[in-house]
């Protein structure tokens, strides 16, 4: 709490972020930081998109990003913080064509689509991302 705190002061004082944070990387308006090994995202006017920190955020992909939290697993973040899955997979894959492939270690993989919903009741062993509108399952 207390890092957090003066995390916020130091922003709030003009210092510039590659000065506050142990790793900063830049995703056009949004600037993804490492503080303690864990990740957030600063949006405008410095404030984190998300009360909880991750322990990775990847890279977005047609607007998404992956993130983990290695107590839950992976979701998937809008450009707004917004996790847009309602559970965690074992693994998450980046969006393709607008699906993403999701892994549930007890069930198998499937894809999600924009809003997080599971495209099929149906589980593969192992799917592809979409290409020309097809996937390899």
């Known amino acids: 709490r207390d890092a957090l705190e003066d995390v916020k002061n130091r922003l709030t004082n003009g210092v510039p972020v590659e000065k ?46 992956r993130v983990r939290d290695k107590t839950k697993g992976y979701n998937l973040i809008n450009r707004e913080g917004k996790e847009i899955c309602n559970r965690w997979y074992d693994n998450v894959g980046s969006f393709s064509e607008g699906f993403a492939a999701v892994k549930d270690d007890n069930k198998g993989c ?28």
């Open 20 to 65: 506050v944070f142990d790793d900063v990387r830049r995703e056009g308006d949004l600037v993804l930081v490492r503080l303690l090994k864990r990740w957030n995202i600063l949006g405008e006017g410095n404030t984190f998109l998300r009360d909880n920190w991750y322990d990775f955020i990847d890279n977005f992909s047609e607007g998404f990003a």
């Open 110 to 137: 499937n894809f999600i689509n924009r809003e997080g919903k599971e495209i099929s009741d149906r589980w593969y062993d192992e799917v592809w991302s979409f290409d020309n509108g097809f996937a390899v399952v």
